[in-house]
């Protein structure tokens, strides 16, 4: 069972516009989240992350939001920019236990 | 060099050959961990080191041999492997102050892309 999921393969975005990337979890236990970006033929680089006690992170043009209530999170980035085009990792900790990835979503922006 | 390598970039290997693969972290860290990547897969963790000990492994084949002989370097040692083994092998690491690894930041390597025929 999958416990981080990230239900779009794939999203489309103009350049300029805001792209939102979704994951959701099923694990209550979890406590702190991340957002990882991979471009081909590299590993995945660590995005921004958020604890369990807050529901907003903002970082430049990157915000994640935290709804515990639907274990829902949520990447938003404005405004998109074709440097931006990559897989997008959602990723999840309980306490002291091990990072869980999602699957990822392949983010294109276009001009 | 900074941050975290991993050689070779690419790998391919019969399934009786014996070959391995090697990270290095130039970050200071005390914890390193190998995760596979398959196509429409999740990361999946393989093993745990935190100060040169292992502290998990996920339920790894024995093909899969890891060896951490300091808190830079980490070694996956490869035999026997089997087609489904082809995939992406990233390593990691991260600093935790406890000393006890965490789902903590972790900053990713490169990876090798192993393919086995």
């Known amino acids: 069972d999958q416990q981080v999921k990230q239900n779009s393969p794939s999203l489309s975005v103009q350049e300029g516009r805001i792209s939102i990337l979704n994951c959701d979890y099923t694990n209550s236990m979890f406590d702190y989240f991340l957002w990882y970006k991979k471009y081909p033929a590299e590993g995945p680089t660590f995005l921004i992350s958020?604890?369990?006690?807050?529901d907003k992170n903002e970082d430049g043009r990157f915000t994640v939001f935290l709804n515990k209530s639907a274990k829902h999170l949520s990447l938003h980035i404005v405004p998109s920019q074709p440097g931006d085009s990559a897989v997008y990792f959602c990723a999840a900790s309980a306490h002291t236990d091990k990072l869980i990835f999602g699957t990822g979503t392949r983010l294109q922006v276009f001009p | 060099e900074t941050g975290v390598t991993q050689t070779p970039r690419h790998l391919v290997m019969g399934m009786t050959n014996k070959k391995s693969l090697k990270c290095e972290q130039h970050?200071?860290?005390?914890?390193m961990y190998w995760y596979k990547q398959s196509a429409k897969k999740p990361l999946e963790l393989m093993f745990v080191?935190?100060?040169?000990?292992?502290?998990e492994n996920n339920s790894v084949p024995s093909r899969f041999s890891p060896e951490c002989p300091n808190s830079s370097h980490l070694f996956l040692h490869l035999h026997t492997l089997q087609p489904e083994d082809s995939a992406l092998y990233l390593c990691a690491s991260s600093q935790d102050p406890s000393g006890s690894p965490r789902g903590d930041t972790q900053y990713f390597g490169p990876g090798t892309r192993l393919t086995v025929l």
């Open positions: 958020i604890s369990s006690i807050k």
């Open positions: 080191y935190s100060l040169e000990e292992r502290v």
């Open positions: 970050l200071g860290h005390n914890a």
